[in-house]
């Protein structure tokens, strides 16, 4: 049996954001041998710096996080109806490396968000940001946790029925898609 690696990645920066527990409950049901959580603590793209220095550091390494995980999560906010400008930006930076290495990866996204529709635009966003991408992009079930601060537990874990079998159901179709 093969090793299996999971990429996390948070549009939230904050440590103890929805979207980060979110993720972590997702790694709960995947069951990773490995788990990554990639920093999005990334300069903001400027082709002048680019130019100037090349890829940053932290860009290569998320670049290569994504090359050589088996399958990717994303986890996101929504932001004035759309994905956060953190996501954006890695999404930006990352199309800047060389290769793809979105390419025929599988990744599985999901929202939390303290609306009630649970990060249904960002989804929606998010999808056509990947586009260009070439992703083995899931199409679902769709994973929108609404009213995020009253669906988490002092643990961090899922307390609503519906998003816990939805989240399942996503993180089994993703393990499926890695091939694991």
């Not at 956060?84 to 025929?104: E, F, H, I, Q, Y």
Request: charged share 25%; aromatic share 6%; glycine share 10%.
């Amino acid at each position: 049996m093969t090793q299996t690696t999971l990429l996390g990645i948070s549009g939230a920066l904050r440590r103890d954001s929805y979207n980060r527990k979110l993720l972590h409950e997702a790694t709960r049901h995947f069951g990773p041998d490995n788990f990554v959580e990639a920093d999005l603590r990334l300069p903001l793209y400027d082709g002048d710096l680019e130019t100037a220095e090349g890829i940053p550091a932290p860009v290569q390494r998320l670049a290569d996080q994504i090359a050589a995980a088996d399958a990717v999560v994303i986890s996101g906010p929504e932001y004035n109806k759309s994905i956060s400008g953190v996501l954006k930006n890695a999404l930006d930076w990352v199309s800047r490396t060389d290769g793809n290495p979105w390419r025929d990866k599988p990744v599985a996204i999901m929202a939390a968000t303290g609306g009630r529709a649970g990060g249904e635009r960002t989804q929606f966003a998010l999808r056509l940001c990947m586009v260009p991408f070439r992703p083995r992009l899931l199409m679902g079930p769709e994973v929108l946790v609404g009213g995020a601060k009253d669906q988490f537990d002092e643990y961090g874990r899922l307390t609503n029925p519906r998003y816990e079998t939805a989240l399942k159901t996503l993180m089994q179709a993703l393990r499926a898609e890695a091939g694991s």
